[in-house]
């Protein structure tokens, strides 16, 4: 009965909120270990929370861990299948094993959820050009850009690089004439 009146009255919640927080700032400073301990405490607390694993899910990534993200990811989808943090950590998952159509799939479900996201429009442009598709990569990576430089992120000399990468290779393709194919 106490349980279920913490719960109702939000005790538990705010209980792993704390522990969630906790994980973030073990996080900021690469203790995954402490990182991952606190997550642990806060999915206890309260494990209807999708972001808690997909949380989770970038942590182990970031650590190397891949089979525990892909778990925590697909957990984090099973509780809510609109995650934004799962599909991308899915899609960063299938880009390291250069699988690009499930990455794109995964990026494009992370889009879908917040088409404003940097990180994502900087994969799903990367995502593109593996594919060949050099002009939405570009669109993508000019949009990644644009967020990066907004916000004062220094990801933007990055994408800036891409978007010059991108405008040659776009450039080249157009004034290039590939031979016929002779049937």
Not at 51 to 66: C, I, K, P, S, V
Not at 91 to 107: E, I, N, Y
Not at 122 to 128: C, G, M, P, S, V
């Amino acid at each position: 009965m106490a349980g279920g009146l913490n719960q109702r009255l939000g005790f538990t919640r705010y209980e792993a909120d704390e522990y969630y927080k906790r994980a973030l700032e073990f996080y900021k400073k690469n203790d995954f270990d402490n990182a991952i301990d606190s997550m642990n405490k806060a999915i206890l607390a309260f494990p209807n929370q999708s972001e808690y694993y997909a949380a989770r899910g970038l942590m182990h990534l970031d650590d190397a861990n891949y089979d525990e993200a892909r778990a925590d990811f697909d957990q984090a989808l099973k509780v809510f299948s609109h995650e934004l943090l799962a599909h991308y950590g899915l899609g960063v998952l299938a880009f390291r094993d250069k699988q690009w159509d499930a990455a794109l799939a995964s990026f494009t479900h992370a889009y879908n959820v917040n088409p404003k996201r940097a990180e994502t429009l900087y994969y799903l442009a990367l995502t593109y050009f593996n594919k060949w598709d050099f002009a939405s990569a570009a669109n993508l990576m000019k949009l990644a850009h644009d967020q990066f430089e907004a916000h004062g992120d220094k990801r933007k000399a990055d994408s800036g690089k891409w978007l010059r990468e991108l405008g040659k290779l776009i450039d080249k393709s157009s004034t290039t004439q590939l031979p016929l194919m002779q049937g």
